[in-house]
């Protein structure tokens, strides 16, 4: 690991093709937007020979700086790999966005991966969301290491970091996070502030010099060691706990010396198990440096103390029917099992599908099976079909190298999958699979758009459809009752990208417009209306009237019409006529324009003409008999009322119940959900939560999330609704 004695990289370089599991690290990194997770990768691939100038990774060296600027900002909202080679392993980097709103390629990251990397700002501290993707990792074992960045920042105590990080992630055993080096203090500035030039072993005892920008090992000067022996006496003792050895607390505490090959064995054991949790430090190489500040610890770490891909459980499989199935090894010569983690367009070669295999081997220019969960009410098809692999890469920033295949553990891109999206799997055509879906949190943030042009309205349906394929956090739905095309998306970041995507990617402008919702219209009291129509115009006229009578009914009851004509006053062909003129304008509105709902229309009597009585003359006196029912009567406008629920963290419980109180919502009841966290139930009207899901992460410090689940329609407050009239008269 990091603190081996006489540790060198051997073999490093950009990474091909793997032979085997074995010879492959997968790891994910984790952190909040600023953290420095970007800039942590481009420091490790120059580390591993990958590039030959830091912060190059986008062209080995060769990129302009306005490009490298804009396809660093591309990277901060995606899921990106970088493989780099260090020791005779390929270790394949995910990098994933630190904003809140694009979590679904986080998701995505920790499926392909098998342990984390959490990267934590020295001068920033953690924040809540990555705290809660912490927890998500330890529910499912997931090994863990912490990267303490930004220790250049005045502010920055890496001692103080250490503290927090162990009291935050430590839970119920703090020694459980320890770190496994101490920073090496230059001399002081101007301004007082001393760089930290070097990292000092804790179990070594060895100083790792970094100041002349590449690596160099030192003994410790004689007052470094007695500063360290505290750090280090709490380090072994913390590797022993962890130790599969029993007897080996007992001959520590005994005052045996315990052999160094033995304490840093165990501490493999224990940071692959996932029950250990070591703190380092790094910091980005200066500008013709070879090596930045903790480079070469943090991937000695990944090759050494991190699992490979034949350690870790593969998620479950069934057939597309749903039948169980074993669950797959990870072996090279094993059924092909392989998972899209992410989807992309490029201009040149058409969709690219990042992938990796769980078991088997992928090969270019074989036919595969490609079965999909079917997210229908999220824009995307089911997926149960054969499709012929095209290329297969490595990718490497804007480049990629051809491989000749992709063995079980290793990830790779694919070209010419025209069917298949994020999330869906590739197995051997005569035995198709299907693994279990990762959890993807459901977009609540709507954006109604509306093609720009004409050129722009013939261009969106493909354009859409690719967007969609490409993001499984994003909903597309053609909302039937307000007739208006929306995208659901997880905050306004998410919001934004989406526009620019369909912008950029596929030439398709479109225009944000209100997002409305669903209301409706009932009669508050009986009421009674008279339709005459009556016209005389030359040649056969139009005669019809009817007089009807309107009765609200209980929620949920639809449009009910009677007919009580008696003596023929009304001729029985014509009461369809009727009924049909009275349900178009129902569905029309009465009063502000929105459907009208869950009333009695009773037709009582009429008058017809032998010649001049028509099909649509008693549609038309239908619709002005309730119309003239509707303005003698009190209409009520409705509003769907959503059943929300709200996962917090305790300490924002109170100001999140506050601010749904105050958007008319009623608290129905709260209940513990788990240690330090609350769900709170309510009711909430839909046209106060359009933007909740951006209210609400600012409100919980991204500690929160929420579901939402329509109940019912009920009511508006006379005012509001008043105000809506309004809008509709002058909208008129």
Known sequence: MGDKANAHPGAAGRATAADHPSSVRNVVLVGHSGSGKT??????????????????????????????????????VQLSLVPVEWGGFKI???????????????????????????????????????????????????????????????????????????????????????????????AAGPDGHAPVTGLIGLLSQRVFDYASGERKETEPDAGQLPLIEEAR????????????????????????DIDFTSLVTDLERAVARGTFHPVLAAAPAADG????????????????????????????????????????????????????????????????????????TLRPDETVHVSGHGLEDRGHQDHDVDERIGALSSPFGKQQRPLDKCVAGDIACVAKLSRAETGDTLSAKDDPLLMAPWDMPDPLLPLAIEAHSKADEDKLSQGLARLVAEDPTMRL??????????????????????LERLRSRYGVQVDA????????????ARSAGRGRHVKQSGGHGQFAICEIEVDPLPAGSGIEFVDKVVGGSVPRQFIPSVEKGVRAQAARGVA???????????????????????????????????????????????????????????????????????????????????????????EVPEIEIGRYAVDLRSLSHGTGRFSRRYARHEPMPPQLADKIREQAEEGR
């Not at 072994?236 to 962890?242: K, L, N, S, W, Y």
């Not at 417009?513 to 508050?524: A, I, M, Q």
Request: glycine share 10%.
């Open 513 to 524: 417009v209100p997002h409305k919702v669903s209301l409706r219209e009932t009669f508050g």
């Open 92 to 186: 394949n980097i995910l990098d994933t966005p630190g904003y809140a709103d694009f979590v679904g390629e986080l998701r995505a990251g920790l499926r392909a991966a098998d342990a984390a990397l959490f990267v934590v700002s020295a001068a920033d501290g953690v924040d809540g969301s990555t705290r809660m993707v912490w927890d998500e990792c330890a529910a499912v074992g997931m090994p863990r290491a912490i990267v303490v960045t930004h220790l250049e920042a005045a502010r920055a105590d890496f001692d103080a970091m250490t503290r927090i990080c162990a009291e935050e992630f430590g839970g119920d055993d703090p020694d459980a996070v320890l770190p496994l080096y101490l920073p090496v203090h230059g």
């Open 39 to 76: 800039t942590l990768v481009e420091a490790l691939a120059l580390a591993a020979g990958a590039v030959n100038r830091a912060g190059r990774v986008e062209d080995g060296g060769t990129v302009s700086d306005h490009d490298e600027i804009e396809h660093r900002q591309q990277r901060s």
């Open 233 to 256: 006496n709490r380090l072994i003792e913390g590797i022993i706990a962890e130790s599969e050895d029993e007897t080996l607390m007992d001959r520590y505490l005994g005052g045996e």
């Open 592 to 682: 502000a324009g929105y459907p009208l709902v869950d009333v009695r229309i009773t037709l009582l009597d009429g008058k017809a003409h032998s010649v001049d009585s028509s099909d649509a003359a008693f549609q038309t006196a239908g619709s002005l008999a309730l119309r003239e029912a509707a303005a003698e009567a009190r209409i009520h406008l409705l509003e769907p009322v959503a059943e929300v629920q709200v996962l917090v963290s305790d300490d924002y419980v109170g100001p999140v119940m506050s601010d749904l109180s105050g958007r008319r919502g009623r608290v129905v009841g709260t209940e513990q959900a788990s240690p330090g966290r609350t769900l709170v139930r309510a």
């Open 289 to 360: 440096a070879k090596q930045g500040l903790g480079t070469i610890e943090l991937l000695e770490l990944v090759t050494g103390g991190f699992p490979t891909p034949l350690e870790r459980a593969a998620p479950e499989v069934t057939t597309p029917q749903g039948k169980a199935r074993p669950a797959p090894t990870c072996a090279v010569e094993g059924p092909l099992v392989a998972e899209v983690i992410k989807t992309s367009s490029d201009p040149y070669v058409g969709r690219v599908s990042l992938v990796r295999v769980f078991s088997g």
């Open 477 to 498: 739905e053609q909302n039937p009752h307000t007739h208006q095309l929306v995208l659901w998306c997880l905050g306004e970041a998410h919001k934004e990208v989406a």
